[in-house]
């Protein structure tokens, strides 16, 4: 009897050991599915605000692909990458001045030539017609990123005619389209006076010529 009573004992406390190892392992199982269910949960939030910086690094490399301009499709020179100056040129004489502007690429290697657009302008407003192109030997250049390429203009002093014809007005920019660009340069500048009627030209351009002119 007290032989039979030992194994039963031993076989009801194996079927009791059992059980609790079942039962812990389901508990183990809920406690690990609810923990996947939180972190799936959270994963949405955890997407959004990992997709938020890899937005902004998207958008960071955008403005550094912006600050290292490249040349247009066809290899000429873009506004984006050239910066304009305006130089006293070969001064004055003659009821005119002769300032030259210089457009420098700052970017790879382009082709620039033939005649940029200038006006004057006031308050972000273009001050009567653009210039005339005068008549000179126009060359296709080849700029290097830092090299230069100028045009020297003719600005007749607007004292010296009718104000009639001429209607005065101070300028505090010249603006500069490259060759072939619809994207202008302004350059602070007030050493001009325009002439507000549109029908008066006092701005002629020459092409533009390899260096700074000076």
């Not at 700029?143 to 009639?164: C, F, K, V, W």
């Amino acid at each position: 009897m007290v032989h039979h009573s030992g194994r039963g004992f031993r076989a009801f406390a194996a079927i009791v050991t059992t059980l609790a190892i079942g039962w812990a392992l389901v508990g183990c199982g809920s406690s690990e599915s609810a923990d996947s269910t939180a972190t799936s949960g959270e994963g949405n939030p955890s997407t959004t605000a990992s997709s938020s910086p890899d937005s902004d690094s998207s958008s960071a490399s955008g403005t550094s692909s912006t600050s290292s301009p490249a040349t247009t499709a066809d290899g000429t020179c873009a506004t984006s990458q050239l910066t304009a100056t305006v130089s006293t040129g070969s001064g004055g004489g003659a009821g005119s001045l002769y300032p030259y502007i210089v457009l420098t690429n700052h970017g790879s290697a382009c082709a620039i030539g033939g005649y940029p657009g200038v006006s004057l302008a006031a308050s972000g407003k273009q001050i009567g017609a653009a210039a005339v192109r005068e008549s000179g030997s126009s060359t296709t250049l080849t700029l290097q990123r830092g090299q230069s390429a100028y045009s020297a203009l003719q600005i007749t002093q607007a004292a010296n005619l009718s104000e009639s014809a001429c209607k005065p007005t101070q300028a505090d920019s010249v603006v500069i389209y490259p060759p072939n660009q619809k994207t202008s340069i302004s350059v602070a500048n007030k050493d001009f006076t325009g002439c507000a009627n549109a029908g008066t030209a006092i701005v002629r351009v020459k092409p533009l010529q390899a260096g700074t002119g000076q």
